[in-house]
């Protein structure tokens, strides 16, 4: 009879720890589905593009080898080309009818925001995604795992060296009337009153803008001598040369790390000599002679057949995240179980050259800035700033 018990006993726990999983949604016992939003046809489409294909590089890599636990990662996803109402349809589409796991490198402030309420609801953790908006982890407090430094504390560094090295007085912003561009334009505003400048005069812009003369020609009347930008990347390219084109050059222009890519600093010509960025990470091409980042850029560009940059890097670090986490969560997979993997995660990366630790009550893994500057067809960095100490 005891021994009958036991079976039971035995058979009940299996029966409940198999029920358990299988209410784990996106996972079975042989795939998790992981969902990504991105733009891949829009004005940040050399941002989402790379991070995708680094992503997978890396999942890639690890399913090759038997996957985390027997399970294979099956990396889902969907373009909203930066438009907010496809974007809508995208998370939906993944979340509800897809019931993906988590999502991981979702491009946009405005979209990752709008869909806040939908992955909080269904407990869809929020992995890395590509927008350093401060608000991302006051909409998802329990389940945002953004990497690295806000764009406010990016701006708020940036004029601060800025300040230090060009003795600038006056501050403006060019933006995007969205989250991403009001943050920054904020940050570029209480900053200036912070530091004891003037903010001058701001100017907002659509995606889709092409001609920048009359916004920079008003700019350069009000006596900037900081222009912070939060635009698309061609558009921050465009402005730029346009000041160059119109002999502004006692200005500097400041981008945050949306605007901090390998295109942008190797324009033919020298177009974008002298522009700064302050960004939550370390260039990928001016350490390309150091083991990591030398190891990345072969793999990336023998798959490929095209340069990595530096988010395609940010692409493969988020994934390496994304697996770490579930091999500490071990082979009986939840959401409870994966958010207590990313809470466990502190670690050197060497291909990001910079420390991650996550944590209870500690999304952030990241809140270093780095300042570079074009130069020589590349960023070269030249400060490196503790964001926890600001």
Known sequence: MTHTKTLLAAAAVATLAVGANAQTRGVTDTEVRIGGVHDLSGVFAAVSTPAVNGANLYFDMVNENGGVNGRQINYMVEDHGYQL??????????????????????????????????MERRGVPNIAPLTAARTILPSMPELAFPSFSSYYDQVSAGLEYLQAETGASSVCSMYLPTDF??????SSRENAERLGMTFA???????????????????????????TMA?????????????????????SFLATSAGFLEPVAMVPGGVTDGLYAAAGWQDLRSRATEEAPAAFIAAYEARYGQPASGFAMLGYTAAQQVVMALEAAGPDLTTESFIAGMESLNYDDPLLGTQIDFGPGDRQGANDIFISQVGGGQWNTLARIDGDAM
């Open 231 to 251: 635009l698309g990347v061609r558009a921050g390219i465009t402005v730029v040369a346009t000041a160059k084109q119109l002999g502004w050059d006692d200005v």
């Open 201 to 227: 005069d701001e100017t907002t812009h659509r995606p889709d803008d092409q001609d920048f003369v009359g916004a920079v020609s008003r700019l350069r009347a009000a006596g900037c001598d900081i222009v």
């Open 85 to 118: 109402p496809r974007s809508t349809q995208a998370f939906n589409k993944l979340i509800e009818r897809d019931q993906v796991f988590a999502m991981l490198l979702n491009l946009g402030t405005p979209m990752n925001l709008a869909a806040a309420p939908l």
């Open 181 to 186: 561009g009001e943050e920054i334009a904020t």
